[in-house]
């Protein structure tokens, strides 16, 4: 045994060196518990998660489509779907998002789907999809044909539907110590170009419309400063026309854009 050994021994006694070898261990131990904690934060931070709510028929698929750069299936057209469907946006800087579209049926698969994102697993942000009235019309159950609804029943639907919603996401940015953003997306603008802006300040806070006043009680509820609140135009189709295709696009790039900016990202 070498001189240095012995002297090490003689200035730390036994119990001292157990007691450092123990300390060592809880270290390291700690440190390899933690690891996956802090890697699913940094994933978290990376890939923040969205919730796409909305009623039946507004387009929140096709939209959570585009934003993820996936083509939609034959499929497209169906309105409705009774599972939450989950779609993920990736870019080259190794950011993205993770949506997750809830069901707009009345269901209750809808409600547990609300309860998944808004409570048990609370995500970062929520797209709310809107459509001026001009959702797709549900056919009742059990039967066939074009299902029909008037503009003024569809703006009625969206203001009980957004009432179910917003109390969930108000309860959500209580209980959370950093604020929660909020995207209110007016889609289908394809269908009434010329009345973009009028649509865009319907829905919006402080408006004085029934749809922003409902906004503006919402944020009360979860108090101002915890809660932003954009409304931006988008459409998921952009129609037959070239032109008409880029500015679906561009519309899309911009929503993409300032998720980015509410995530931290840019």
Same mark, same amino acid.
């Given at each position: ?15 001292? $060196?157990?007691?450092?070898? @123990? ?37 929140? /698929?096709?939209?959570?489509? =585009? ?9 497209? @057209?169906?309105? +409705? ?10 870019? !080259? $800087? ?12 009345? #269901? ?13 697993? !609370?995500?970062?942000?929520? *797209?709310?999809?809107?459509?001026? +009235? ?15 609804? /008037? =503009? ?11 009432? *179910?919603? #917003?109390? =969930? *996401?108000?309860?959500?940015?209580? $209980? $959370? ?30 408006? +004085? ?13 979860? +108090?101002? #400063? ?6 931006? !135009? ?33």
């Amino acid at each position: 045994m070498s001189r240095t050994a012995t002297r090490l021994r003689t200035v730390m006694p036994t119990k001292g $060196r157990a007691a450092l070898g @123990a300390t060592v261990a809880t270290t390291v131990l700690t440190g390899l518990a933690s690891a996956p904690e802090q890697v699913g934060r940094l994933f978290r931070r990376r890939f923040p998660v969205v919730a796409v709510t909305g009623m039946t028929g507004v387009g929140k /698929t096709q939209l959570a489509d =585009r934003l993820a750069r996936r083509t939609s299936g034959d499929g497209a @057209a169906e309105v +409705g779907s009774a599972t939450m469907e989950r779609r993920t946006r990736r870019s !080259p $800087r190794l950011h993205g998002f993770r949506f997750l579209v809830v069901p707009g049926d009345n #269901a209750a698969t809808r409600l547990a789907a609300l309860d998944e994102v808004f409570h048990d697993e !609370p995500v970062d942000g929520v *797209i709310h999809v809107v459509a001026n +009235g001009y959702a797709t019309p549900r056919r009742t159950a059990g039967t066939t044909g074009t299902a029909t609804a /008037t =503009r003024e029943a569809q703006l009625a639907a969206e203001l009980e539907d957004w009432t *179910i919603t #917003a109390h =969930r *996401i108000a309860s959500m940015a209580v $209980r $959370r110590d950093k604020p929660v953003w909020l995207v209110i997306a007016v889609t289908k603008t394809d269908l009434y170009p010329d009345e973009l802006d009028e649509a865009v300040r319907y829905y919006s806070p402080g408006s +004085g419309s029934p749809f922003g006043d409902r906004v503006d009680e919402l944020r009360a509820l979860a +108090g101002g #400063a915890k809660l932003s609140v954009d409304v931006l !135009p988008v459409s998921s189709q952009g129609g037959e026309r070239k032109s008409a295709t880029r500015a679906a696009g561009a519309l899309v790039d911009a929503l993409a854009a300032r998720l980015a900016q509410l995530s931290g990202h840019v």
